[in-house]
């Protein structure tokens, strides 16, 4: 079974500055990789997913993940952090289930807080 | 499209009583799933279907937990008798599978249920 890893439960970042969010993942095959925020009392909502191509996938929010297959990970990005982005962040792996379906495996979540 | 629509927002119910969660999921998408979500689990994928028939159920904990959805526009979660171990966050969530590029899932707002 394919898995990701979020090795971060919390990541604490000043507003302004860059932030980083890990996801490492382990799969068999080609990676389809996801990543997913969850804001306060809300549903996930879909940032951005890694296919193919470009390393560099950019995705909404001014949100970005860089792919790199040596190092099995897919970290977010965002050049200068906001309030506003102060979210629970879900990374998430294709995973192929019975019956051929493809469904999204998700991580444990990393709490982002983004200090003022 | 309004997105995934779950109801109800919260429930309160008595430990012993049937609880039914509700999911109307995105208009032409083919795969529904349900999540619980809580803070020592993480997000668990609870059981899926694909074209309104139940593929995986092996994340429903107990007998206790069913599933239906018998038109693609509506499925239900059932818990019957709810126990207080019970609370959480229930998501439901849509998503367009024919191809294996195309797999972001759509997530509900989500019901929070708290047994009592």
């Known amino acids: 079974a394919q898995s990701v890893a979020q090795p971060e439960d919390q990541v604490n970042v000043a507003e302004g500055n860059p932030l980083t969010v890990k996801c490492t993942y382990s799969?068999?095959?080609?990676?389809?990789l996801f990543w997913y925020v969850q804001y306060p009392n809300r549903g996930l909502q879909f940032l951005l997913k890694?296919?193919?191509?470009?390393?560099l996938v950019k995705g909404s929010y001014g949100f970005e993940a860089e792919f790199n297959k040596s190092q099995t990970s897919f970290h977010l990005k965002k050049p200068s952090a906001l309030v506003s982005d102060s979210a629970l962040y879900f990374c998430?792996?294709?995973?192929?289930?019975?019956?051929?379906?493809?469904?999204?495996?998700f991580g444990r979540g990393t709490s982002l807080i983004v200090h003022p | 499209d309004a997105g995934v629509i779950q109801s109800p927002r919260h429930e309160v119910t008595e430990m012993g009583q049937e609880v039914t969660l509700r999911c109307k999921p995105i208009s032409g998408h083919n795969s529904l799933f349900w999540y619980r979500q809580t803070m020592m689990r993480g997000l668990e994928l609870l059981i899926y279907?694909?074209?309104?028939?139940?593929?995986?159920d092996s994340g429903m904990p107990e007998d206790r937990f069913s599933a239906k959805m018998p038109n693609a526009s509506f499925s239900t979660l059932k818990i019957q008798p709810s126990e207080p171990r019970d609370s959480a966050v229930y998501f439901c969530?849509?998503?367009?599978?024919?191809?294996?590029?195309?797999?972001?899932?759509?997530f509900g707002q989500g019901t929070r249920l708290t047994v009592v």
């Open positions: 998430a792996v294709r995973d192929m289930k019975p019956g051929g379906s493809y469904i999204p495996t």
């Open positions: 799969v068999s095959g080609n990676p389809y």
């Open positions: 279907f694909n074209n309104n028939v139940p593929i995986d």
């Open positions: 890694y296919i193919t191509g470009d390393n």
């Open positions: 969530a849509s998503s367009f599978i024919y191809t294996a590029m195309n797999t972001e899932a759509f």
